[in-house]
């Protein structure tokens, strides 16, 4: 069942947890809790402030370079001048700023990262408008808004229909590629195999990441960029029912070669199913099937072709019972 979400705010206690840690470290050593008897407590059980703390020593002991006089590990020695404690203070206070600083940019840096399980889909509201629709097994990085606005499909399928901004591009990196639109409906692909971009509505600009001097490939409505490797891309336009089906738990085929339609179905269920004869590679299916059932799936290929299915406890295996119709 898909869910509709708001931008997540683990970041924003993200944030907070590393604004704090820098303060812990900037008070004393806060690798050794006898020196910060609060620390074990600001702690707690909290994995974000345990992970912000690492993060934040880190960090100070690359400070302890660029200020050698204000950081280091033996014991600080306190002036007895007033002129030398003011200096001593003004350092430690830009040590602090400058922790909080490099913090914060590292955070802002940051995506937010979503993500799918198989047979899973989720519905996702972007800060800017734009609405995200992400297939089974995906992961989407999302960052925060500059003068592009800019995610990356790490792996599976997402349907993007992008709020309208010309002010900022939006732009969505996969496989080696980005697409660039404005205000439009596209869905993006990427598996092991290949990367597809469907363009529904509006206009998109596909092109290479690494080849910046290469003219990227304008799409029309209804049109697929198909990317596979280094080769060449190719063009065409598919059922876009079939292509969008997904979204409404369907799968649609036409004439489709069983291997992969079975491999289609795969996606949604981690209980695969099996293909066991030669034979069956030549069969072809049509027809409209949940995504969510693929017992029924493989039921309806053996009623159809006369075939035996097995139901085992890890899988399901279609099993040919010797020569099959072309």
Known sequence: MSRVEAPETQHDRRQQARAEAALWVARGNASDPTISPGLDAWLGNDPLRADALGRTLGVWDELGQVLPDWKRD????????????RRVAAMASLACALLICVLSLSWYLSPTVYRTGVGERRVLALADGTRVTLNTGSELQVFRQGSERRSTLVSGEAMFDVAHDPEHPFVVEAAGRYVRALGTSFI???DAQRLDVTLLTGSVDVGSIANAATRPVRLTPGERYRGT?????????PKLDMVTAWRHGELVLDQTPLPEAVAEMNRYSSRPIVLQGPELARLRLSGVFQ????????TTVGAIYGVRVVDGPRDLRIVANGPQPR
């Open 74 to 85: 033996g014991p600080v020695v306190a002036p007895a001048a007033p002129v030398a404690r």
């Open 188 to 190: 993006v692909r990427n």
């Open 229 to 237: 490797g280094t080769s060449a891309p190719s063009l065409d336009r």
């Open 291 to 298: 995504t969510s059932d693929s017992v029924s799936f493989a």
